[in-house]
């Protein structure tokens, strides 16, 4: 390091200011500016100040055929999906269908967007309202399924539409709106329930109301004594990064303890735009979580499930929930077997960290609410039906998809690259017996600041177990035996551990 004299001594230069390149909202393009993602060739003209504005880009969605053929190579299917008469809202914004790959027809944003004919072919166990919501309504728009915690539905707008929406019986419906008059009665019955401490906002997606009418309903329930914690589930993050600007989260930070839990279900929706709005929400002390949908052709694959948790956690957003997708029209071509999710979380849980692994949830079909798959909750299990038990003792049944068709591992870019688990090779030793204990790499060797004076934690009789070694603490030089399978004794006629070799006496839970 450079330094120059100052005075009779000598002072160091400053140093060069430390930037994490490491941190994902960071990240900078070729051209040494924030990084973007693509754009559409359609857009290439728009100002960076119009394409960064969320009121251009919610006033620029693209809805119709004619819109989207101009920026997607149109399968058959798709057009007679985006043609049916009575399908479900399609509006999606130009930063997002930008993300797709206008080529490929089984791009996974774009079989989330973008409707198929098949939409509208029933399936068994369909229902409108398949987790009876409007059953559990006291006041319209608010639904109070369990104790100590409602949802609040405060609009049924969104800035982009899936096509597997649980309420699409609403959703994207206009003239089902809700307005103050309605909010006001849900904070009424808030406010009247003293029960309720944890309130959950969402629709629709309450990011998408005039920034006024949000903060109204944020600060009538941050005037209730008994509310604790205010949620805000929202995928507005991901379809409009954009509107994660500094004046909502300066509005957000007043209302804390306040979460939010956003919505993505591929690695392809995790783009420098969305890192940068986590990072701002981050900023403002809000903790993130993430609840995905369990979609076949999306992301039922491991490997996809993995690489996304790992995206999340690199972004400080929580994997919190992997849902089963609900029995809700439209959503028959994305239904897997409920064993899918179970082998996706098998495939996570061990290989990578405890907080990057979310749970498997079943939202019980007739209101029986969230039910986790694991062995308290799962009764039955069969190849056509799933019986489940909630939190209350109510006992519920999930009809399995019957033509589901498995995630294609040759074609998927992620089985075919999975992530290598390398470090595991001493765990063979355990495993077959010859080895009681694993040394660190280096052990033993003489390299602590030059000298030849070993660090006491590398004296080789520190690292034997006890009751392995001889009395001195000496390690036994020869590999442990390993008993042949197969091996008929009687009662009594194993053979006894060599002199020295520990006994199961001695160590029962090695051996």
Request: hydrophobic share 30%; aromatic share 6%.
């Amino acid at each position: 390091m450079e330094s120059q004299a100052h005075g009779s001594g000598m002072v160091k230069a400053e140093e060069t200011p430390f930037v994490n390149r490491r941190d994902p909202a960071l990240q900078l393009g070729p051209d040494g500016l924030p990084a973007r993602s693509r754009r559409a060739p359609m857009w290439d003209d728009v100002p960076d100040e119009k394409w960064n504005d969320w009121r251009w880009q919610l006033s620029h969605r693209v809805n119709d055929l004619a819109e989207i053929e101009q920026i997607l190579e149109l399968t058959d299917e798709e057009r007679e999906g985006l043609s049916a008469p009575d399908k479900f809202r399609v509006d999606v914004t130009p930063y997002f269908i930008s993300l797709i790959d206008p080529r490929n027809p089984d791009d996974p944003i774009r079989r989330q967007i973008i409707p198929l004919g098949r939409e509208l072919r029933s399936f068994t166990g369909m229902m409108e309202d398949s987790l009876a919501e409007d059953r559990h309504s006291p006041v319209p728009g608010l639904v109070h399924r369990y104790p100590d915690r409602v949802l609040m539905l405060i609009t049924t707008q969104c800035a982009s539409y899936c096509r597997y929406c649980t309420r699409s019986r609403i959703v994207g419906d206009p003239t089902q709106n809700f307005n103050r008059r309605e909010h006001e009665a849900q904070l009424d019955y808030i406010r009247r329930t003293p029960q309720i401490r944890d309130v959950l906002i969402s629709g629709g997606d309450g990011l998408t109301l005039a920034p006024k009418l949000l903060e109204s309903a944020l600060r009538g329930l941050r005037e209730i004594p008994h509310v604790e914690v205010i949620r805000i589930g929202s995928r507005v993050p991901i379809f409009l990064p954009q509107r994660i600007d500094d004046e909502l989260c300066e509005m957000l930070a007043k209302y804390h303890p306040l979460w939010m839990n956003i919505h993505v279900n591929h690695p392809q929706e995790i783009t420098p735009e969305l890192a940068r709005a986590c990072d701002k929400l981050s900023r403002a002390g809000i903790p993130l979580g993430n609840q995905s949908v369990l979609l076949a052709g999306v992301n039922d694959c491991v490997h996809i499930q993995r690489e996304l948790v790992h995206r999340l956690v690199e972004n400080r957003v929580r994997p919190y929930y992997i849902y089963q997708c609900d029995l809700v029209e439209g959503a028959g071509h994305f239904r897997t077997p409920v064993g899918k999710g179970l082998e996706i979380i098998e495939g996570l849980r061990g290989h990578t960290s405890g907080y990057a692994v979310p749970q498997f949830i079943v939202d019980a079909p007739g209101g029986g609410g969230k039910i986790p798959v694991m062995p308290n909750y799962l009764v039955s299990y069969s190849d056509h039906k799933v019986i489940l038990r909630n939190y209350e003792g109510y006992i519920t049944t999930y009809e399995e998809p019957q033509d589901y068709r498995p995630h294609d591992q040759a074609s998927c870019q992620y089985c075919q690259h999975p992530r290598p688990e390398p470090g595991q090779e001493g765990i063979t030793g355990l495993l077959d017996g010859k080895r009681m204990w694993i040394e660190p790499a280096g052990f033993g060797q003489v390299h602590e600041r030059g000298t030849q004076e070993q660090h006491r934690l590398k004296d080789p009789s520190k690292w034997v177990p006890f009751g392995v070694g001889a009395i001195d603490g000496t390690a036994i030089a020869t590999e442990l035996p390993v008993l042949q399978s197969g091996a008929d004794y009687g009662p009594g006629e194993e053979p006894r551990p060599a002199e020295g070799l520990p006994s199961g006496s001695a160590n029962h839970e090695l051996l």
